[in-house]
């Protein structure tokens, strides 16, 4: 029977439940409301599209990829005002959760299948990996890290309930909860959409302005960055603000903290230590001196590594922080596993899961044909694409609920440290069992994307799952049409890279793809005999240890450590304005309205950005292209820039006060 459906939050939404108390969600469990039909379906797989490749793009361009659930959900509670639909609610979270599949299936496949063709470029086209293995790498991950998730589901989403913040989860669910009051919150939204895309779209498509302000446009500058190997940097795009705006300025602050590290004492201090040495630490021969390399050069042949080795010691931390977690949720689904058949049957539709019959048989499903494409499109070897899905399998299932509990606590999943981890202990597997060389590093990486996206689903998942907890829709509605937006973002995303890489290249540095370059530094002296910069990881390993010992968190600190400085500065820039913005009056409600009102400016510049970010990348492949290189090295388009940037700026604080 439908029931209308209430348009507040209880108030025992985001507190622990007292003993006997239960959580009542907007949509009653005992009515039905629409949910899944042609609309929810259609829109979702639009979604799905479009932000499959405006984060595919932004993820390659600055290696943060947004998560798309706040700007779908936005432009769900838009289109189903503007069309009057009747108690939309439902069809909504149906929507962001198809859509949302985007970003997950964007992040595992932009971190590690682009280092394919990172390494082509050194090793010619016996590198190399078709559209039918990206696409089936990103996919069949993507279907696993649902599978291995939803036993986990009752655990973090009910049990769990006020323990976790789910801070992304909690945003989402109040802008689909203004929706059902009948608000319009997707006007600023599609306002800042269409500044930041042109904005951005001026810059790559006609470069008017220089997308990145170093210090090396004035005189000092320059002799600073040569004699001392110290310079400053600035990306100026919206979609990089606004993403900075989004993480919020405490982590903006850590990521930069890394980056500054490594570029204002590392780098300086290598140079003043070794300025006339040839240091050969593992991996790519270097016959030139530290000093007569540029700051930029130090970077990458050393200082990058040591984040490589922060990154990976990080994701340890983070397995070690997680185990009880971790065997308390097995615990929790192989007890579910054995008395579901009834206890399914008869729970209240909001606690209705897939039954567990059909994930153990999709699971076993899965993996068998993970297995067959491992063995006849990857490796072509059956023994080792037995060791292959031996080692897929257990390492997507054990990092699943560190997947899940991160995004619970503080709504960022450390998969790149993860995959790392994956991508070594493959590495090594793999050439112990005598698949080393191109045709290792290919197999390394495909199963590394596999794994990558898994983990990535995973903690996207719960995110939707606890919208759906909330909001009170029907978990197996959300759980089942979950695996048509895998399919459609895996599709979109093999496509995007393919076309970034043929107009763009991952080794030009317009397209900075810092995770894959990382994967590719990682696999690449294993795989080839050549040994591995091991001290500089271990430096790495051992600051991480040392951040997080200091109560500061290490991933987010070593990941600054790794993506370069100018795309690091930018975020602290957005978090400053979400820190300004949020704080100025002494009114706390109007404090809250601007920081919502800032989060909508946010997701449109990056939602804006990114995808005029792809429409650009697709007029350079069609060979027109209106840059003028000669301005770009004239130091007066960075002035330019650097005006240009100021008066984004202004806007967006300015926006936030209407």
């Not at 639909?85 to 682009?114: D, H, M, W, Y």
């Not at 500044?195 to 779209?201: M, R, V």
Request: glycine share 12%; proline share 3%.
């Amino acid at each position: 029977m439908e029931e209308e459906i209430k348009t507040t939050l209880p108030e025992n939404a985001f507190r622990e439940l007292k003993a006997g108390e239960e959580y009542e969600p907007l949509m009653s469990p005992r009515g039905q409301y629409p949910e899944v039909n042609s609309w929810s379906v259609t829109w979702g797989v639009l979604m799905a599209m479009l932000f499959s490749a405006a984060a595919a793009y932004l993820g390659l361009k600055v290696g943060q990829v947004f998560e798309a659930a706040i700007p779908i959900a936005i432009i769900a509670v838009g289109v189903s005002t503007a069309a009057k639909r009747n108690k939309a609610l439902g069809e909504n979270v149906i929507i962001q959760s198809i859509g949302a599949c985007s970003g997950a299936v964007v992040a595992g496949a932009i971190f590690t299948l682009p280092a394919i063709y990172i390494l082509q470029a050194k090793y010619g086209p016996e590198m190399s990996a078709s559209f039918v293995q990206v696409f089936m790498a990103s996919a069949l991950g993507g279907i696993l890290g649902i599978l291995f998730l939803i036993p986990f589901r009752k655990y973090f989403v009910k049990d769990m309930h006020g323990k976790y913040p789910f801070p992304e989860a909690t945003a989402t669910t109040q802008v689909l909860v203004s929706g059902a009051k009948g608000g319009d919150q997707a006007k600023p939204l599609i306002l800042a959409g269409l500044i930041g895309g042109l904005y951005d779209f001026i810059i790559a498509t006609f470069g008017w302005w220089n997308e990145v302000v170093t210090t090396r446009m004035i005189g000092w500058g320059e002799t600073l960055a040569e004699k001392a190997k110290l310079v400053f940097k600035l990306n100026t795009g919206a979609a990089v603000l606004g993403l900075g705006y989004i993480i919020g300025l405490r982590y903006a602050l850590y990521i930069c903290l890394g980056s500054l590290a490594v570029w204002w004492l590392i780098v300086p201090g290598m140079n003043l230590l070794f300025h006339d040495t040839v240091l050969n630490l593992g991996g790519e021969r270097i016959t030139e001196t530290v000093g007569n390399m540029t700051a930029e050069d130090i970077f990458f042949k050393y200082a990058r590594y040591i984040g490589i080795g922060g990154i990976a010691m990080a994701g340890i931390i983070g397995i070690v922080k997680s185990w009880g977690i971790i065997k308390g949720a097995v615990s929790l689904a192989g007890k579910e596993l054995k008395g579901s058949a009834g206890a399914d049957a008869t729970a209240v539709r909001t606690q209705r899961d897939l039954s567990f019959k059909f994930i153990a048989i999709a699971a076993i499903v899965a993996l068998l044909v993970t297995f067959i494409f491992f063995w006849l499109g990857v490796m072509h070897n059956l023994m080792f694409a037995v060791v292959a899905i031996l080692l897929v399998t257990f390492i997507a299932f054990l990092f699943t609920t560190v997947a899940a509990n991160a995004i619970a606590i503080v709504g960022s999943n450390p998969v790149s440290g993860m995959t790392l981890m994956t991508l070594i202990l493959a590495s090594v597997v793999l050439s112990a069992v005598g698949l080393s060389g191109t045709g290792g590093m290919v197999a390394a990486l495909i199963m590394g994307g596999v794994v990558c996206t898994a983990l990535s689903m995973a903690g996207a998942f719960i995110t939707d799952l606890k919208i759906g907890y909330w909001l009170g829709t029907t978990p197996r509605k959300q759980e089942s049409w979950k695996f048509l937006g895998t399919l459609v973002s895996a599709a979109t995303v093999g496509g995007v890279i393919m076309l970034l890489n043929e107009t763009y290249g991952f080794t030009s540095g317009q397209l900075s793809a810092p995770q894959a370059n990382a994967m590719a530094a990682v696999i690449d002296p294993v795989m080839s005999g050549q040994g591995a910069p091991w001290l500089l990881y271990g430096i790495g390993a051992l600051l991480a240890l040392i951040i997080n010992f200091c109560g500061m968190p290490a991933l987010a600190v070593a990941l600054g450590m790794f993506i370069p400085l100018e795309l690091n500065t930018p975020l602290v820039m957005g978090g400053a304005i979400s820190w300004f913005v949020t704080t100025r009056s002494k009114d706390k409600a109007v404090n809250e309205a601007r920081g919502e009102r800032g989060t909508l400016i946010a997701s449109g510049f990056i939602a804006g950005g990114a995808l005029m970010g792809v429409v650009s990348a697709l007029m350079r492949f069609g060979g027109i292209s209106l840059v003028s290189e000669e301005w770009m090295q004239n130091p007066l388009s960075e002035l330019a820039a650097l005006v240009a940037y100021i008066l984004l700026v202004c806007y967006f604080v300015r926006s936030t006060r209407k």
